[in-house]
């Protein structure tokens, strides 16, 4: 009954049963209290007349929440249906907030108690005024400064609107307002500043309330990055704000403001005032914070004002030396302040929390950086002229004072330098290759979870030590050669300082000339084996075998010029294989991988003073080596072995290396099938089909790395594998037949389906390794059409495997148009089964359902004539499900969807079929498209959306379309051509989707895609601002919308990488590395 009486909006609201209403639905009901309060107080916020009850229940309510409640419908209005009131409900609505506002913060008591309810006011004022301002209310900010100076509480809160709406503008109005909306904004607020200014000027010169004081620096920051610079610098501003610096209670906002000032950049025109700035700063700081004093651990003991000062302090020093630093390298005293600055940063970046680091890190990248390229560009003088911020013409002498000046300014750094090099080494990243990690109980454990935080430091860390190492070889070296010292005489030995130390002699490789890096690892490798010896525990020894796999690991081509060290490296490994402390044997499984891929050559060759070449050795031992390692490190052993055998050029050798290497799996598979042939019941035995899988993954970890050469081994076991699977597939079938639909999910149908899938992946595993082998698609395909794809069109849905789908698609990737003849019986086989499984939600199945379109696709790439040959039936399937796929909201699945369209888009362009094709799906694409294109949940496919739009614009008049889109049954009079067909079809689409768009908008919009058609990135600026008028995407996250252009930016800074000395780590490089 009471729900009823609330749905009633043509009388006023009852105010007390909505609080009522309100109340159960924040808890004081039971739970179906809740549910029904959630289910009317959703009604009420879709109602498009609610809004209308809001100054009637913002009067008459007593509750805060329904208050809440209240605004968030009426800030509903202001977004979305603004433009679409009359006139007087708008400035109804504007001045009855203002009114309020006023009222509330103009005294004291009621401004502290109903400050959760002025400040959503505030914002609700600042979305009017995104209308509103400057065109409709023109006097906003004159009144607003002078109701501010009628008394301290408005003025406050004065500061916090104006501060709310610096940061709509200026922070958060990319994706929220059309280009020239936000152009106009920043306008005016630059042109009215001077009024704010000397408000904030007042006020800090004249008030004694500190809680006015704090929301006028508040207010300052947020507008200090954008308005005039005048304003700062030719003002009592600066010297103000530095006279606050020393005030405890002002000291953190104050810092803030400087540091915004600080962040500015622009020519020199201003070098003076912030040379003393600076000093000022210095001198004030010193008083705060001595010299000398232990930072971290300040901070560690801090209160949380005080910590927030140290981050706020590296804020500071990292914006201005950013912006500023070559102003202080001016004169002596500049220096000398410059250099203490450098050393309270230093100190700053030991302290024990991850933000405080990340600030400072990315500093100290930046300016290693820049001091490396300058000295890098010492050959190319114009180069390092534009480095030093030198712009003038050059002459011959010059080019030596250029470099004399360089040589001064590394001079200048040279300490500061060296001491970030010990920051480095001291906080060195954990690595993604290291698995061995101390938990929180102190106790040293496999890692079970990576860490990206972790892994994003480690790559900025590991570049700025790169380039500090190229600033100075030697300062490095003695560094850390000296730091081993101290772990091995025990002085300085803990687990932390070891891994740290190690990672970062990882983290240089490549970066030293061979000589000077041979000579350092000899050193090193050696520490670090005595190290192994000497040192009793087993964590200790876990530890010291982690470092020491890591730091091999990443040095390829020093193990491929030092057989020896190679030769002891690699036995070190197999030592480790044996030790059973967790993550030891998992490491040393995956460095020998690591190593045996960069240094194979070595291994097949007879090395001098050796009787037979590693590999044969390696053979021979093979059994004791993989003897205690688990089964998963056996299959990663077997393809390191694998890589190696590849490697060996005579064909009759390498033969006889593989035989040898499968001989335990294949011994153990005669057996199995020996006693297969004497009583077929033996293969269901529990033990045995574990067996057969783990052999099976054997084989497929060594095709993976044999690739071609592996094709007489999988020749010995292929039909009696596909023996094997049938058999397998109907005893799954059964028992899910028999056991009802739970017995899909008992271990042993899942046992035997693993079997399946194994010999599907190595089956898939040797076709994509395979090269230059056209026979083989001829030789296994036609004996698996049977087995395999008759087989999963007989079986039940819940017993067909997905990877038959994922195999035939790289079947055909790899055989092209070969395999033209076989796609009707692949489509027979897998099509309609597997679409009536996928089509009936956007849940079941998912793997069936990325794997079916990308067999798919692999068609229409490479057999698309096959296509040609679906009836007009299959063809509607096929289309249907492709629009099916691009309007999954499974990521993936909707590329590949959209991919794929865009493919048979072009391949029917240029077919005979052209005008049938679209006669019969222009349209519907079309709409599709438009479709997700404006759904939220679809963002990440905003780039492939555009090109099919594209495509489909231009096709029109491209010449391509001979005869007419409309259906000349439906339509009462011809269109002169398609294109002002499909444009008066698209507006009329929009015109229906969105309704709070004037057709105006809507046919500027459609006219803008034929107009920009030929030009993608004009094309595409003019949907996204589209999306966002269209008001569908409003305040979210638009990054997706701009992802293909931060994907260009990520390409440049590859390039750029590759072109110095061990930036690419030569663990990474995909070099076939010339280890002859």
Same mark, same amino acid.
């Given at each position: 009954?009471?729900?009823?009486?609330?749905?009633?909006?043509?009388?006023?609201?009852?105010?007390?049963?909505?609080?009522?209403?309100?109340?159960?639905?924040?808890?004081?009901?039971?739970?179906?209290?809740?549910?029904?309060?959630?289910?009317?107080?959703?009604?009420?916020?879709?109602?498009?007349?609610?809004?209308?009850?809001?100054?009637?229940?913002?009067?008459?309510?007593?509750?805060?929440?329904?208050?809440?409640?209240?605004?968030?419908?009426?800030?509903?209005?202001?977004?979305?249906?603004?433009?679409?009131?009359?006139?007087?409900?708008?400035?109804?609505?504007?001045?009855?907030?203002?009114?309020?506002?006023?009222?509330?913060?103009?005294?004291?008591?009621?401004?502290?108690?109903?400050?959760?309810?002025?400040?959503?006011?505030?914002?609700?004022?600042?979305?009017?005024?995104?209308?509103?301002?400057?065109?409709?209310?023109?006097?906003?900010?004159?009144?607003?400064?002078?109701?501010?100076?009628?008394?301290?509480?408005?003025?406050?809160?004065?500061?916090?609107?104006?501060?709310?709406?610096?940061?709509?503008?200026?922070?958060?109005?990319?994706?929220?307002?059309?280009?020239?909306?936000?152009?106009?904004?920043?306008?005016?607020?630059?042109?009215?500043?001077?009024?704010?200014?000397?408000?904030?000027?007042?006020?800090?010169?004249?008030?004694?309330?500190?809680?006015?004081?704090?929301?006028?620096?508040?207010?300052?920051?947020?507008?200090?990055?954008?308005?005039?610079?005048?304003?700062?610098?030719?003002?009592?501003?600066?010297?103000?704000?530095?006279?606050?610096?020393?005030?405890?209670?002002?000291?953190?906002?104050?810092?803030?403001?400087?540091?915004?000032?600080?962040?500015?950049?622009?020519?020199?025109?201003?070098?003076?005032?912030?040379?003393?700035?600076?000093?000022?700063?210095?001198?004030?700081?010193?008083?705060?914070?001595?010299?000398?004093?232990?930072?971290?651990?300040?901070?560690?003991?801090?209160?949380?004002?005080?910590?927030?000062?140290?981050?706020?302090?590296?804020?500071?020093?990292?914006?201005?030396?950013?912006?500023?630093?070559?102003?202080?390298?001016?004169?002596?005293?500049?220096?000398?302040?410059?250099?203490?600055?450098?050393?309270?940063?230093?100190?700053?970046?030991?302290?024990?929390?991850?933000?405080?680091?990340?600030?400072?890190?990315?500093?100290?990248?930046?300016?290693?950086?820049?001091?490396?390229?300058?000295?890098?560009?010492?050959?190319?003088?114009?180069?390092?002229? $534009? #480095? /030093?911020?030198? =712009?003038?013409?050059?002459?011959?002498? %010059? &080019?030596?004072?250029?470099?004399?000046? +360089?040589?001064?300014?590394?001079?200048?750094?040279?300490?500061?330098?060296?001491?970030?090099?010990?920051?480095?080494?001291?906080?060195?990243?954990?690595?993604?290759?290291?698995?061995?990690?101390?938990?929180?109980?102190?106790?040293?454990?496999?890692?079970?979870?990576?860490?990206?935080?972790?892994?994003?430091?480690?790559?900025?860390?590991?570049?700025?030590?790169?380039?500090?190492?190229?600033?100075?070889?030697?300062?490095?070296?003695?560094?850390?050669?000296?730091?081993?010292?101290?772990?091995?005489?025990?002085?300085?030995?803990?687990?932390?300082?070891?891994?740290?130390?190690?990672?970062?002699?990882?983290?240089?490789?490549? $970066? #030293? /000339?061979?000589? =000077?890096?041979?000579?350092?690892?000899? %050193? &090193?490798?050696?520490?670090?084996?005595? +190290?192994?010896?000497?040192?009793?525990?087993?964590?200790?020894?876990?530890?010291?075998?982690?470092?020491?796999?890591?730091?091999?690991?990443?040095?390829?081509?020093?193990?491929?010029?030092?057989?020896?060290?190679?030769?002891?490296?690699?036995?070190?490994?197999?030592?480790?294989?044996?030790?059973?402390?967790?993550?030891?044997?998992?490491?040393?499984?995956?460095?020998?991988?690591?190593?045996?891929?960069?240094?194979?050559?070595?291994?097949?060759?007879?090395?001098?003073?050796?009787?037979?070449?590693?590999?044969?050795?390696?053979?021979?031992?093979?059994?004791?080596?993989?003897?205690?390692?688990?089964?998963?490190?056996?299959?990663?052993?077997?393809?390191?072995?694998?890589?190696?055998?590849?490697?060996?050029?005579?064909?009759?050798?390498?033969?006889?290396?593989?035989?040898?290497?499968?001989?335990?799996?294949?011994?153990?598979?005669?057996?199995?099938?020996?006693?297969?042939?004497?009583?077929?019941?033996?293969?269901?035995?529990?033990?045995?089909?574990?067996?057969?899988?783990?052999?099976?993954?054997?084989?497929?970890?060594?095709?993976?790395?044999?690739?071609?050469?592996?094709?007489?081994?999988?020749?010995?076991?292929?039909?009696?594998?596909?023996?094997?699977?049938?058999?397998?597939?109907?005893?799954?079938?059964?028992?899910?037949?028999?056991?009802?639909?739970?017995?899909?999910?008992?271990?042993?149908?899942?046992?035997?389906?693993?079997?399946?899938?194994?010999?599907?992946?190595?089956?898939?595993?040797?076709?994509?390794?395979?090269?230059?082998?056209?026979?083989?698609?001829?030789?296994?395909?036609?004996?698996?059409?049977?087995?395999?794809?008759?087989?999963?069109?007989?079986?039940?849905?819940?017993?067909?495997?997905?990877?038959?789908?994922?195999?035939?698609?790289?079947?055909?990737?790899?055989?092209?148009?070969?395999?033209?003849?076989?796609?009707?019986?692949?489509?027979?086989?897998?099509?309609?089964?597997?679409?009536?499984?996928?089509?009936?939600?956007?849940?079941?199945?998912?793997?069936?359902?990325?794997?079916?379109?990308?067999?798919?696709?692999?068609?229409?790439?490479?057999?698309?004539?096959?296509?040609?040959?679906?009836?007009?039936?299959?063809?509607?399937?096929?289309?249907?499900?492709?629009?099916?796929?691009?309007?999954?909201?499974?990521?993936?699945?909707?590329?590949?969807?959209?991919?794929?369209?865009?493919?048979?888009?072009?391949?029917?362009?240029?077919?005979?079929?052209?005008?049938?094709?679209?006669?019969?799906?222009?349209?519907?694409?079309?709409?599709?498209?438009?479709?997700?294109?404006?759904?939220?949940?679809?963002?990440?496919?905003?780039?492939?959306?555009?090109?099919?739009?594209?495509?489909?614009?231009?096709?029109?008049?491209?010449?391509?379309?001979?005869?007419?889109?409309?259906?000349?049954?439906?339509?009462?009079?011809?269109?002169?051509?398609?294109?002002?067909?499909?444009?008066?079809?698209?507006?009329?689409?929009?015109?229906?989707?969105?309704?709070?768009?004037?057709?105006?908008?809507?046919?500027?919009?459609?006219?803008?895609?034929?107009?920009?058609?030929?030009?993608?990135?004009?094309?595409?600026?003019?949907?996204?601002?589209?999306?966002?008028?269209?008001?569908?995407?409003?305040?979210?996250?638009?990054?997706?919308?701009?992802?293909?252009?931060?994907?260009?930016?990520?390409?440049?800074?590859?390039?750029?990488?590759?072109?110095?000395?061990?930036?690419?780590?030569?663990?990474?490089?995909?070099?076939?590395?010339?280890?002859?």
């Amino acid at each position: 009954m009471a729900a009823e009486k609330l749905r009633d909006l043509s009388q006023p609201i009852d105010v007390p049963l909505l609080d009522a209403t309100v109340s159960a639905f924040y808890g004081t009901g039971s739970k179906d209290e809740r549910t029904a309060a959630d289910q009317i107080l959703r009604e009420l916020q879709n109602n498009p007349d609610t809004w209308l009850q809001v100054v009637h229940i913002l009067q008459n309510s007593q509750n805060l929440n329904t208050k809440f409640f209240a605004l968030q419908v009426l800030e509903g209005v202001i977004k979305y249906r603004w433009n679409a009131l009359p006139v007087e409900q708008r400035d109804g609505i504007k001045n009855y907030i203002s009114d309020i506002i006023v009222q509330l913060s103009s005294n004291e008591v009621s401004f502290r108690r109903e400050r959760l309810y002025v400040n959503k006011l505030n914002i609700i004022l600042v979305q009017v005024l995104k209308h509103e301002w400057p065109t409709r209310w023109r006097t906003f900010i004159p009144d607003l400064v002078s109701a501010a100076k009628s008394s301290e509480t408005i003025c406050e809160n004065c500061m916090a609107i104006l501060k709310l709406l610096s940061e709509e503008v200026f922070d958060f109005s990319r994706g929220e307002m059309t280009q020239q909306k936000i152009k106009d904004l920043k306008q005016s607020l630059n042109s009215e500043f001077q009024l704010i200014h000397e408000l904030c000027l007042y006020v800090l010169s004249a008030s004694q309330r500190t809680e006015l004081i704090r929301a006028t620096l508040a207010t300052l920051h947020a507008f200090l990055s954008w308005i005039p610079l005048g304003y700062i610098f030719e003002s009592p501003l600066l010297e103000t704000l530095l006279n606050f610096f020393p005030a405890g209670s002002y000291r953190n906002l104050t810092l803030q403001c400087l540091t915004e000032v600080a962040a500015l950049q622009f020519g020199d025109f201003y070098d003076m005032q912030y040379v003393k700035m600076y000093t000022i700063f210095m001198v004030q700081l010193q008083g705060i914070l001595p010299p000398g004093t232990n930072i971290p651990d300040a901070y560690a003991n801090g209160s949380s004002e005080e910590q927030a000062f140290i981050q706020n302090l590296a804020l500071f020093f990292t914006s201005f030396y950013k912006s500023h630093i070559r102003v202080l390298e001016s004169t002596p005293e500049n220096r000398s302040a410059l250099l203490m600055g450098l050393e309270y940063l230093i100190s700053i970046s030991y302290v024990d929390d991850t933000e405080v680091f990340k600030v400072c890190l990315d500093y100290w990248n930046s300016l290693v950086l820049e001091l490396f390229e300058a000295h890098h560009n010492l050959d190319n003088p114009a180069a390092a002229a $534009s #480095m /030093m911020g030198l =712009q003038m013409p050059l002459l011959s002498g %010059m &080019v030596d004072g250029i470099g004399s000046q +360089l040589s001064q300014r590394r001079h200048l750094y040279s300490a500061p330098m060296s001491k970030l090099r010990m920051l480095m080494i001291c906080r060195m990243a954990k690595p993604e290759e290291v698995l061995i990690v101390e938990d929180e109980n102190g106790n040293i454990v496999r890692e079970t979870m990576k860490d990206n935080d972790v892994l994003v430091q480690y790559k900025i860390m590991r570049e700025t030590l790169i380039y500090l190492s190229h600033l100075d070889h030697e300062d490095t070296e003695q560094q850390m050669l000296k730091k081993l010292s101290k772990q091995l005489n025990g002085e300085d030995w803990t687990w932390n300082n070891l891994n740290t130390l190690c990672w970062a002699i990882g983290s240089i490789s490549g $970066s #030293m /000339m061979d000589e =000077q890096e041979n000579r350092f690892l000899v %050193m &090193v490798i050696r520490d670090l084996l005595n +190290l192994c010896e000497i040192t009793k525990g087993k964590d200790n020894k876990a530890v010291i075998a982690s470092n020491i796999m890591y730091v091999v690991g990443q040095y390829p081509k020093f193990l491929r010029a030092h057989w020896k060290f190679l030769k002891t490296v690699v036995n070190k490994l197999f030592e480790f294989m044996h030790e059973t402390h967790p993550g030891v044997q998992d490491m040393a499984c995956d460095t020998f991988l690591k190593i045996v891929q960069k240094c194979k050559r070595k291994f097949v060759i007879t090395q001098v003073g050796e009787n037979e070449p590693f590999v044969s050795e390696l053979l021979s031992g093979l059994p004791v080596t993989v003897a205690d390692l688990e089964p998963h490190q056996i299959h990663t052993f077997y393809e390191s072995v694998g890589h190696m055998i590849q490697a060996e050029s005579d064909p009759q050798k390498r033969d006889e290396y593989l035989q040898r290497l499968m001989e335990l799996p294949n011994q153990k598979w005669a057996e199995i099938i020996g006693q297969a042939r004497l009583s077929v019941d033996f293969l269901k035995d529990q033990d045995v089909i574990r067996t057969v899988l783990n052999i099976l993954q054997t084989n497929t970890s060594a095709a993976c790395s044999l690739g071609t050469y592996f094709l007489s081994q999988i020749s010995l076991i292929f039909l009696d594998m596909l023996n094997v699977y049938r058999m397998y597939s109907e005893l799954i079938s059964n028992s899910i037949a028999g056991g009802g639909p739970f017995a899909s999910k008992s271990s042993y149908v899942k046992l035997l389906r693993s079997v399946k899938r194994e010999t599907l992946k190595l089956i898939e595993t040797f076709v994509d390794k395979a090269e230059d082998q056209p026979q083989i698609g001829k030789q296994f395909v036609p004996p698996m059409m049977d087995p395999i794809l008759g087989d999963y069109a007989r079986n039940l849905p819940d017993a067909r495997e997905s990877e038959v789908l994922s195999l035939f698609a790289t079947i055909i990737n790899k055989y092209k148009g070969a395999m033209t003849e076989d796609v009707p019986h692949i489509f027979e086989s897998v099509f309609e089964c597997t679409l009536e499984m996928i089509t009936k939600n956007f849940e079941d199945y998912p793997e069936h359902r990325l794997k079916f379109f990308s067999l798919l696709r692999a068609i229409a790439t490479h057999c698309f004539h096959a296509l040609f040959h679906l009836s007009s039936q299959q063809l509607k399937l096929v289309m249907d499900s492709i629009n099916w796929a691009f309007r999954h909201t499974e990521r993936n699945i909707a590329e590949t969807g959209l991919n794929l369209l865009l493919e048979m888009l072009k391949n029917f362009q240029v077919s005979e079929f052209c005008n049938q094709f679209h006669k019969t799906y222009f349209l519907t694409i079309v709409q599709e498209i438009f479709a997700v294109l404006t759904d939220t949940f679809h963002k990440p496919g905003f780039k492939l959306h555009v090109l099919v739009l594209q495509h489909l614009f231009c096709l029109v008049d491209s010449g391509s379309l001979t005869e007419p889109l409309w259906d000349a049954s439906t339509v009462p009079y011809p269109y002169p051509n398609n294109a002002i067909f499909v444009r008066e079809y698209t507006i009329k689409l929009l015109g229906t989707s969105f309704p709070n768009m004037t057709t105006t908008e809507v046919t500027q919009f459609v006219n803008g895609l034929f107009e920009s058609r030929n030009d993608l990135s004009t094309f595409k600026d003019h949907i996204r601002d589209f999306l966002v008028q269209s008001k569908e995407f409003s305040a979210q996250d638009n990054k997706d919308l701009y992802a293909e252009e931060a994907a260009v930016q990520r390409e440049r800074e590859r390039q750029r990488m590759l072109t110095i000395p061990g930036l690419i780590a030569p663990s990474e490089l995909q070099d076939e590395m010339v280890d002859s």
